[in-house]
């Protein structure tokens, strides 16, 4: 049938080139050209090129079919180049397929099951049909019904129902309470980073470069210096030097910041968009060597406790994102900001008086406003009004966006009034550390006012998820190796450190003679040691467990780094102890990894030798008891005839191994017979010899070889 088609189609294509005038491809050549040469377009001067279909432009027609496609079967069509002269012709398939119809849902989808829909081919002849999966068409809720309505402090309900034919379905949603803020909960919360002090010993000392006049001056010099010389200098670059003694030999020397970032920090007077660097420098005088501790290095608001101890602070209610009790000293002031002056009902924040601002006019203002709890109610004030003029639904302050926690909070005029709402005295201390105050490493500039990656609060957050900060390639490029001191004097180490930010655009007039701070710390690890090799000698005796002959140091105290590996080839030299041949134990442990305790980094080969405890003792024989006369009137058994041989009572000795011996005491001492001492080679040299089993010979003779399993003692770690 194909075959059929195909031939149909040359007759039908042959036909239309005879309508066309056409009596055969030749007859429309161009004299002196070859067919298609009309409309060649090739520019290749290649030597043996040959042309293809893309050297060429024809203009094809719309083509005629001469082989219709089917359901199955692909079809064909033929085009016909326009260009006078040119008697270029293509086939191109034409692909078979399906018409098919609207589809027949023949399963009806619904909310939570799929459907199939049914497809029919309309082509003549053809019963070909197709089944398609619908998906479920998901609930179709209503706009829900208020069940439980939500209070200022506890959520409420609300029901939704599906509105689909045939369908029950419900949910509930939460509706959250209005205001939803809990002390303490804020959404940077993590906890103040606590560090050891300082190592016995190490000191410090600050520097201060002015970044006008580049002068050096010390920290008494500074001291001395006047407030307003002081601003003469607008920034200082401090430089903090620890230095590790002598006679230092701890294993890791911990360094807390606290007091020499306080005095680093005192002198500088910062506005928004100031960076106060501060360098750190380490100088090693002791005889190791240090390096830092990955992961150690840590930022993190100042322990206020210490300061309420002292009486050096007052403790308010309020509780920082860092899960402390904020003093009294580090509130921020209330701002004249526009949600104040609307309260006010005046024409701007200028017009709203320094009495108007105290707790008790204010407080008093809000209750005749409806809030019943006055101060304590301001922040449900300010997410009123926020929510009312910018059409939004937060329930809590911070969950404003940063930029507009700038404006509605910290705008405007300044007072002398602390901020006492809880809410809102957290806010300002919780924006300030994790919002507008940040540490970069030195060189790499402000980090920009939206973004928080360097911030106090997201450093603190980091250390305690274990996540590498920002400052640890620095660190580890500049305390990497600390060497020991040398002869001629001790190297400084310096790390050019971090700078401290202000955000600009975001700090505002709130934050005018701020009390804020930080600290930080780290460690540096020990990063050199020492590594011995001891050999140990242990004899077994016949299979019993191996006694300690002795030990022998070979290799005492090598320097070597930590994390570094010790190794170590035995010597044929070593198989030998006091005058006695040894075998290492297989498998021996040759190498170590070297760690900061010297006494970790020892390698124990030991040796074993196995010996036998036989002695061998010359034979003796029985004693024999003296005739006795035997009694006329007491008959006597017939002696045993000495030519028969009793198959029980073997007469030699040797042949029955289990007889019993003499006892002792019928033994008689001989001078020329005694036990003495055997020259056997496996007899022991050293040891306690009165573990050694004494075995009796009855007969000289060769003795056998002796298997034993040595059972070799591990070695304690």
Known sequence: MKKLRKLMALLLAVSLIALMGVTSFADNIVP???????????KSAEEGHVHDDSCYNHSWDDGQEIMAATCTEDGEKLFTCTIPGCNATKTVPVLAGH?????????????????????????????????????????????????????????GEKLFTCQREDCDATKTEVIPAKYTYVSGESKWKTNVISFAPTSEGITYEITYTSTKTKEVFTQAEVDAMSKEEIKTHKLFVSKITYTIPKDFEANKVNIFMGDAINNAANYMTYLPGDAAPIQIAIVNHSSHGYGYQNGSFAVTTEDYQQYFDKGWATQSNAIGYDSQNIPEEYLAVRSKNGAIQSLYGVTSTSKVSNEQMTDAVLGAKLVEAGYSNGIDDLHKYYLDYYNEKKNTSYTALEQMPDSEIAVLLTSGNTTSVKEQNTEIAE???????????????????????????????????????????VFDQSISKAWGDIAASAEDGANSYLWEGFEAWINSPDTRNTYQNYNYGFTAGFSLERTDTTYSVITKYFTSTDGSAPVLDGSVTRVDQVAIGVGNTASVVPEAAWN?????????????????????????????????RNVSGQVIVPPV????????????????????????????????????????????????????????????????????????A?????????????ALTVRRKKSSK
């Open 32 to 42: 002196g050209t070859e067919e298609k040469d009309l409309c060649l377009n090739c």
């Open 99 to 155: 018409a098919w119809n609207q589809g027949e849902n023949t399963v009806a989808p619904t909310c939570t099951e799929n459907g199939i829909k049914q497809y029919a081919c309309t082509a003549e002849g053809c019963e070909a049909t197709e089944s398609v999966e619908m998906k479920a068409l998901g609930h179709d809720w209503d706009e829900g019904t208020v069940t439980t309505p939500a209070t200022d402090s506890t959520s």
């Open 427 to 469: 806010l300002l201390y919780n924006y300030f550390y994790n919002h507008l105050y940040s540490l970069t490493p030195a060189g790499a500039g402000y980090p920009g006012h939206e973004n928080n990656a360097y911030t106090i609060g997201s450093l603190m957050r980091a250390y305690h998820n274990k996540q590498a900060t």
């Open 576 to 608: 030998r102890y006091d005058g006695n041949d040894y075998k290492l134990e297989e498998p021996a442990k040759l190498s170590l990894v070297a760690v900061v305790d010297p006494a970790s980094n020892v390698i124990v080969l030991n040796y074993y």
């Open 621 to 692: 024989d029985p004693p024999v008891d003296p005739p006795v006369d035997p009694d006329p009137n007491d008959p006597q058994p017939l002696p045993p005839d000495e030519n028969l041989e009793d198959p029980e009572k073997p007469d030699n000795p040797k042949d029955n191994p289990n007889q019993q011996l003499p006892p002792d005491e019928h033994l008689k001492e001989d001078d020329n017979v005694k036990a003495t001492k055997s020259n056997h080679p496996d007899q022991p040299k050293t040891g306690d010899e009165s573990q050694l």
């Open 694 to 706: 004494l075995y009796l010979i009855l007969t000289v003779g060769a003795s056998g070889a002796l």
